[in-house]
């Protein structure tokens, strides 16, 4: 199977590479500068600026983009759409490393985590770009996209436990109340996805067992 991460040199991008290569897929990092993450193989060019031909003849694609400035936040949706338009079209999955502030809090999906009382107001902007993006991803009929939302607590350094619960729109709390995940965790959930999953036009969720 042949896979591009975008954005391969960041935190998360650089753990679903690692994920991806030992177990033995063709990983080509898609990066702005020198490549720093396990794969042999690298596009050095800025997501921007990624064409059709950049991209062709791969079984998937994963966006592992983030920003976090005032500044750069609208690129969550802007850079996500680029992406869309270049696959649009095609055969190829995009997987998108998502948010966990749009998660519903409520059967009816009319309440988010970022609009709970004690969502820290210091996210509140980034929760509410990421759930622009996802909301502009859902009226694609065009790409075969999956959107992965993590736990509330996403911990950059957290353990490799090898064990997570696959969840739907809303947060999911596992056995010990808890919405947690290390991105090594939701690294294997993505590379998961990526080999056996069919969350074609869904957005889903995972946590630590």
Known sequence: MKIAVICANGKAGQLIVKEAVNRGLDVTAVVKGENKSAAQNAIVKDLFDLTAADL??????????????????????????HICDVLSGTDTRLLVVGGAGSLYVNAEHTACVSDGADFLAIFKPLATAMAKALGELRERNDVKWTYISPAGDFQA?????????????????????????????????????????????????????
Do not use: C
């Not at 592992?64 to 759409?81: C, N, R, V």
């Not at 490799?160 to 991105?183: F, M, P, Q, V, W």
């Open 157 to 209: 350094d957290g353990e490799r436990t090898g064990k997570y619960i696959l969840a739907g729109e809303e947060l999911t709390l596992n056995a010990k109340g808890e919405s947690i995940i290390s991105y090594a965790d939701y690294a294997i959930a993505m590379v998961d996805e990526i080999e056996k999953g069919g969350h074609i036009g869904q957005r889903i969720s995972v946590v630590r067992e």
């Open 56 to 81: 062709a003849g791969f079984d998937a694609v994963v966006d592992a983009f983030g920003a976090w400035t005032p500044e750069t936040l609208d690129q969550h949706f802007t850079s996500l759409k």
